[in-house]
């Protein structure tokens, strides 16, 4: 419904406990590029590991990710996050893969979607990378576009509270099925992606 798409790497041989990472894409490119891309690095380290690799498509023209939108911003909002989050449900099902054990990377809009998958799903998402993005909520809007200059310029400045707030809002009220943790974070960016 959100139409979003998917393919996954899965390797010969699942770990006894498996894992699942769902890769992001940034804008104007794919997921199929995005595996050429880091293939010869993550087909090995998933066939050692025995790890699933989920690569979602965005499906917009300019294949970004909707991380703004109130739709977005919203958990099962029928957007972009929740589309990715099917994909990764599917896959634990599949693999029986755990929450425990299923992580989220992103580049630049896919990073932006890794925020807010982070923030959304605790449930599903134990840990994520984000390559060149901002914090979950950052790039919001009202208008429906998917741009937020004020975000992208740098000018968004809240204290860490304000954020950690942002952030635990976007989750909504969570399933009854357990307490999940923070997912933890590894952020990257550099000045090659303004």
């Known amino acids: 419904a959100t139409g979003v798409t998917a393919f996954a790497y899965i390797p010969r041989s699942l770990a006894p406990e498996p894992g699942v990472l769902l890769?992001?894409?940034?804008?104007?490119?794919?997921?199929?590029?995005?595996f050429e891309q880091i293939s010869q690095e993550l087909v090995p380290a998933a066939e050692e590991h025995g790890f699933t690799a989920v690569f979602v498509q965005s499906p917009r023209t300019d294949s970004c990710?909707?991380?703004?939108?109130?739709?977005?911003?919203?958990?099962?909002?029928?957007?972009?996050?929740?589309?990715a989050t099917s994909a990764v449900?599917?896959?634990?099902?599949?693999?029986?893969?755990?929450?425990a054990r299923t992580s989220v990377m992103g580049f630049s809009s896919g990073a932006l979607l890794t925020t807010v998958l982070l923030a959304e799903y605790p449930d599903v998402f134990a840990a994520g990378s984000a390559f060149m993005g901002a914090p979950a909520g950052c790039f919001a809007t009202s208008d429906g576009s998917l741009w937020n200059p004020a975000c992208a310029a740098g000018r968004v400045d809240r204290t860490p509270q304000e954020w950690d707030r942002i952030a635990r809002a976007l989750a909504g009220p969570l399933p009854a099925d357990g307490s999940p943790g923070i997912p933890r974070l590894q952020l990257w960016h550099g000045t090659r992606d303004r």
């Open 65 to 83: 990710f909707d991380a703004s939108t109130p739709a977005a911003l919203r958990r099962d909002g029928g957007s972009d996050p929740q589309g």
């Open 23 to 34: 890769v992001a894409h940034g804008c104007s490119t794919t997921a199929r590029r995005t």
């Open 89 to 99: 449900r599917w896959a634990q099902a599949i693999t029986g893969a755990s929450p």
